[in-house]
């Protein structure tokens, strides 16, 4: 078997265990929701190339939801409301960084050299309880 053919085999097993839709009720969010965060949550670095194409469909997905259902961001750019966040929460920069699964990564967030990606986006939107939409 090719690697071709392992990968897009991989990938259709995911598609299989939960197809990948249009999100159309808080039931349906709730649920993409809980698979894409059994994947965010094991970090970008430890995802197989079919897991990371299948994680990226279903954040799509979620932030099409968010975009239609949730108010808008607080004022500020998403770096100051990154900043405010996690002052609010008395955490460090390295803090930051394990709870996103890189303690070098806070630092790079907080000073501006990097963007949030969809994964940190949720994860932070799950530890600080807040809409997703907050950090975009």
Avoid at 19 to 46: C, F, K
Avoid at 88 to 93: C, I, L, P
Wanted: charged content about 30%.
């Amino acid at each position: 078997m090719t690697t071709t053919a392992i990968r897009r085999d991989e990938y259709l097993d995911l598609v299989r265990k939960f197809p990948p839709r249009p999100i159309r009720s808080a039931s349906q969010y709730d649920r993409t929701l809980a698979v894409m965060n059994e994947l965010a949550l094991r970090g970008e670095n430890t995802l197989s190339r079919a897991e990371s194409d299948y994680l990226d469909a279903l954040a799509t997905f979620i932030e099409q939801y968010d975009r239609a259902h949730v108010a808008e961001p607080a004022p500020g750019t998403p770096l100051e409301r990154l900043r405010y966040a996690v002052e609010q929460a008395d955490m460090s920069a390295s803090d930051l960084g394990r709870l996103l699964g890189n303690r070098g990564l806070g630092s790079i967030l907080l000073a501006g050299k990097r963007e949030l990606s969809k994964v940190h986006i949720r994860i932070l939107a799950d530890y600080f309880k807040m809409e997703a939409g907050y950090f975009l």
